[in-house]
């Protein structure tokens, strides 16, 4: 780390100089007032020293767990814009992984915890060993996948065994645009885990109200035309008016009577 004093009329001049120096900004130093001399024309002293990059920070904590755990393993630190990320390599670099990775995300959470001490951009931090967090994605993703099929045919909801936040989020990740399933989270920590369930079939219920509002429109359709009359039905009944007038109801019979002797 960096560190200068510079000597000059005001603070804020020592800490201007200061800066234009060592080419950094105010979030990137720590600076103290150490002297003040003078009576009438005062001088200040500052001491102004470059603050830990968070590379820097979080490889020293990790590097300093390992050396107390006496384990050949090394952390090499890169900073990006969107996040730190620690690669683990080493012959004992499964210790560091653990059981599902277990020991892998206590010591990415501890190490967020000292890195949010001077994290003013708020960059998340990735910690991996032997592309185990890449493996384990691929591994999850074909068993959820292998999980929805069962449940869709089945139309049965399974459930996983519990997962850490890691793992559940590649579960609802590899689902997420599943057209027959879809995931929740139930339980509480450290025995959360994810249900996959079949996606109820809406769409049945729309086609039915459409096929009965269909019908119904059909009926009223029918009930509110107009009974018209064929040129046929109107030449018989003209016939019939023509034989009724010729020859009367002498010939016409109802109720199994013949109708001539009431004229």
């Known amino acids: 780390m960096k560190s200068i004093e510079i000597t000059a009329n005001s603070y804020a001049e020592a800490l201007k100089q200061a800066l234009e120096e060592l080419g950094l900004d105010e979030s990137q130093v720590e600076a103290e007032k150490i002297a003040e001399t003078g009576l009438i024309r005062k001088k200040i002293t500052v001491r102004v020293t470059q603050k830990e990059s968070g590379a820097t920070l979080v490889s020293d ?57 001077d994290n003013p951009l708020g960059k998340r931090l990735v910690i991996d060993g032997e592309n185990y967090r890449e493996k384990r994605i691929a591994t999850l993703s074909k068993l959820a996948k292998k999980i929805a099929f069962r449940v869709a045919k089945n139309r049965k909801s399974e459930a996983l065994e519990p997962m850490n936040p890691f793992e559940r989020r590649i579960i609802h990740s590899a689902l997420h645009d599943d057209k027959f399933v879809t995931t929740e989270s139930h339980g509480e920590e450290p025995n959360r885990y994810v249900v996959i369930l079949p996606k109820k ?27 018209t009359t064929s040129s046929q039905e109107t ?12 020859t009367g109801v002498t010939r016409m019979k109802s109720y199994g009577g013949d109708m001539k002797k009431f004229f």
């Open 61 to 117: 904590f990790i590097n300093g767990i390992i050396e107390r755990m006496n384990i050949q393993c090394s952390a090499d630190v890169e900073e990006k814009e969107d996040a730190f990320y620690v690669s683990l390599s080493g012959e004992d670099t499964g210790v560091l992984i653990g059981y599902r990775g277990d020991v892998l995300d206590s010591l990415q959470y501890l190490s967020l915890l000292v890195l949010n001490k």
């Open 201 to 227: 079939p809406a769409f049945d219920k729309e086609r039915g109200e459409r096929r009965n509002n269909d019908r119904r429109g059909d009926n009223r359709e029918r009930s509110s035309k107009p009974r």
């Open 235 to 246: 030449q018989n009944r003209g016939q019939e008016n023509r034989n009724f007038n010729k």
